[in-house]
């Protein structure tokens, strides 16, 4: 019996959630899991539903997630910290948290997965710092080793399954980066097809890059560990170094039966494409204006009038009836700087 999406074919439940149209929300199925954090909130808004938790899974340590200050774009996790005494074992040492969900079983064997997310680094990736992990599950990294972006599945039987980025584009600092990592395990290694893809890109990018591929050992992604727990952003188990910078939008697809949560390079494109609105910071501009404000005696009517000159002088607005309050407007002088006020009354 399947457990999870029939992938084909499935358009995302709201285009609201990712800021994007009808259209290019059904260029891509539906995500199992998903975290866009809308309102500084930890809901699961892909088809399993649930809520996340900002939390911290080693003992003793109070290091957890944030909203809070110092974040250029609301809604988004910041986890900007000290790194002193991370990424050791010794006792107190600073040991970040993550945001933790509980999927359940549905993604304890799957045939293929696809993961994709957004991270902004305030520092260099280093030992093996961490985005999305499942304990020995499946872990999406940035390795010091290699200096490169890793996506590694872990198999009591199979061992260590793991594919690598051709270069260091994840170590770019202060810059919202998309990636995205795909497994097939329906695709055999003796097919001449590779069953595994990862692929970034910037805000400012043409498109979605297809940085490397690779086929590896055929295998279910299955959880020999039996930790049902998924962590997005710091994990410092062993000697790893924790992730450092903000974490947006990350998805899950998988499916149970076929390949298709190993999404194609179009959905992908179109999951890039749709997000990006979310990263890019709106312009704007500031103009000048007046605020006029005076007593308002009961009784008497109120005549706001503007003058450029301080010799012609035209109404603006409508008469205003004091009610024995304050009587306050605002007026644009965007279009004209040098722009005066009075106010006559009368009974």
Same mark, same amino acid.
């Given at each position: 019996?399947?457990?999870?999406?029939?992938?084909i074919?499935?358009g995302?439940?709201?285009?609201?959630?990712?800021?994007?149209?009808?259209?290019?929300?059904?260029?891509?199925?539906?995500?199992l899991?998903?975290?866009?954090?809308?309102?500084?909130?930890l809901?699961?808004?892909?088809s399993?539903?649930?809520?996340?938790?900002?939390?911290?899974?080693?003992?003793?340590?109070?290091?957890?997630?944030e909203?809070?200050?110092?974040?250029?774009?609301p809604?988004?996790?910041?986890?900007?910290?000290?790194?002193?005494?991370?990424?050791?074992?010794? *006792?107190?040492?600073?040991?970040?948290? /993550?945001? @933790?969900?509980?999927?359940?079983?549905? &993604? %304890?064997e $799957?045939? #293929?997965?696809?993961?994709?997310?957004?991270?902004?680094?305030?520092?260099?990736?280093?030992h093996?710092?961490m985005?999305?992990?499942?304990?020995?599950?499946?872990?999406?990294?940035?390795?010091?080793?290699?200096?490169?972006?890793?996506?590694?599945?872990?198999?009591?039987?199979?061992?260590?399954?793991?594919?690598?980025?051709?270069?260091?584009?994840?170590?770019?600092?202060?810059?919202?980066t998309?990636?995205?990592?795909?497994?097939?395990n329906?695709?055999?290694?003796?097919?001449?097809? *590779?069953?595994?893809?990862?692929?970034? /890109?910037? @805000?400012?990018?043409?498109?979605?890059? &297809? %940085?490397? $591929?690779? #086929?590896?050992?055929n295998?279910?992604?299955?959880n020999?560990?039996?930790?049902?727990?998924?962590a997005?952003?710091?994990?410092?188990?062993?000697?790893h170094?924790?992730?450092?910078g903000r974490?947006?939008n990350?998805?899950?697809f998988?499916?149970?039966?076929?390949?298709?949560?190993?999404?194609s390079?179009?959905?992908?494109q179109?999951?890039?494409?749709?997000?990006?609105p979310?990263f890019?910071?709106?312009?704007?501009?500031?103009?000048?204006?007046?605020?006029?404000?005076?007593d308002?005696?009961?009784?008497?009517?109120?005549?706001?009038?503007?003058s450029?000159d301080?010799?012609?002088?035209?109404? $603006?607005?409508?008469?205003i009836?004091?009610?024995?309050?304050?009587?306050?407007?605002?007026?644009?002088?965007?279009d004209?700087?040098?722009?005066?006020?009075?106010?006559?009354?009368?009974?």
């Amino acid at each position: 019996m399947r457990r999870k999406l029939l992938l084909i074919g499935m358009g995302i439940c709201s285009a609201s959630i990712l800021g994007a149209s009808a259209a290019q929300a059904q260029e891509f199925p539906q995500p199992l899991i998903e975290f866009t954090f809308e309102g500084e909130s930890l809901a699961n808004t892909g088809s399993l539903g649930g809520e996340g938790v900002f939390d911290n899974p080693l003992d003793g340590h109070d290091r957890v997630p944030e909203f809070g200050p110092g974040v250029l774009l609301p809604g988004k996790i910041s986890m900007v910290q000290d790194t002193a005494g991370m990424g050791t074992q010794a *006792p107190g040492g600073d040991r970040a948290g /993550a945001l @933790l969900y509980e999927p359940g079983p549905v &993604l %304890d064997e $799957v045939e #293929s997965i696809t993961i994709t997310g957004w991270f902004n680094t305030s520092e260099l990736f280093d030992h093996n710092a961490m985005l999305v992990t499942r304990s020995e599950h499946f872990w999406i990294i940035g390795r010091s080793a290699t200096g490169r972006f890793a996506l590694q599945f872990t198999d009591e039987d199979i061992g260590v399954r793991r594919l690598e980025s051709e270069t260091a584009w994840h170590q770019e600092r202060d810059q919202w980066t998309f990636f995205a990592v795909t497994f097939d395990n329906t695709i055999s290694i003796f097919d001449e097809e *590779p069953n595994a893809r990862v692929y970034y /890109a910037y @805000l400012n990018s043409d498109d979605v890059i &297809l %940085d490397n $591929v690779a #086929s590896l050992d055929n295998g279910t992604v299955r959880n020999d560990q039996n930790v049902d727990a998924i962590a997005i952003g710091n994990v410092t188990q062993f000697f790893h170094r924790p992730f450092d910078g903000r974490i947006a939008n990350v998805r899950v697809f998988a499916s149970d039966s076929d390949g298709s949560g190993a999404l194609s390079e179009a959905e992908i494109q179109a999951i890039w494409e749709a997000d990006r609105p979310d990263f890019i910071p709106v312009e704007t501009e500031i103009f000048t204006a007046v605020e006029v404000a005076f007593d308002g005696e009961t009784g008497r009517v109120y005549q706001i009038e503007s003058s450029t000159d301080l010799e012609s002088w035209q109404p $603006v607005g409508e008469m205003i009836e004091g009610q024995g309050e304050a009587i306050q407007r605002l007026f644009s002088t965007q279009d004209e700087p040098r722009r005066f006020f009075r106010v006559l009354g009368s009974d």
